[in-house]
């Protein structure tokens, strides 16, 4: 039993997890909920622009948490806002929090968590730069950027920093 562990083990340490990628900030801000300062954002592209999901792929939503968050808490918070959106069902919504909880962390404060939408409106999550896995349906990747991005967006003020409009 030792030597499988001991194997899984190295095996783990020598295939690297993939790394967040570099990419050009479009526009950074703060969200804040009542008194508390919740995360700092950041948008990147490859070029720095931001047109709309297509032609700005891959795309990097930064979180930067100011204080400890668990998981379920940003599962439940992810929920709501679709909810408030409006452009996916409930089932969706239910689907996609369980799969969610296989790719997200409890988070602490100065822990970052990336969202990057590929081409194919996947979206690879990372914790602290190392990848957490794929979500990869094709409905989830504008689902989930639309909670920052989207012209609906309970956080006007931040969605008009990271496009880095107005």
């Not at 899984?8 to 009542?34: H, I, Q």
Request: hydrophobic share 40%.
């Amino acid at each position: 039993m030792f030597r499988v562990s001991a194997f899984a083990l190295l095996l783990g340490l020598a295939m690297p997890a993939t790394a967040l990628p570099d990419l050009t900030t479009v526009g950074e801000g703060s969200y804040r909920y009542l008194f508390w300062q919740l995360y700092d954002a950041r948008l990147a592209t490859a070029d720095g622009r931001f047109v709309d999901y297509q032609q700005s792929t891959p795309l990097l939503l930064e979180l930067t948490y100011k204080r400890k968050i668990s998981r379920d808490q940003f599962i439940k918070a992810t929920v709501d806002e679709w909810k408030k959106l409006g452009q996916s069902s409930p089932e969706q919504q239910q689907q996609w929090a369980e799969q969610l909880k296989n790719l997200w962390r409890d988070v602490n404060k100065g822990d970052s968590l990336g969202a990057v939408l590929l081409a194919d409106n996947s979206v690879e999550f990372y914790l602290n730069g190392q990848s957490t896995g794929v979500l990869a349906d094709p409905d989830f990747g504008p689902a989930f950027f639309n909670i920052w991005l989207h012209q609906n967006t309970s956080a006007p003020e931040l969605r008009a920093q990271l496009i880095a409009s107005e």
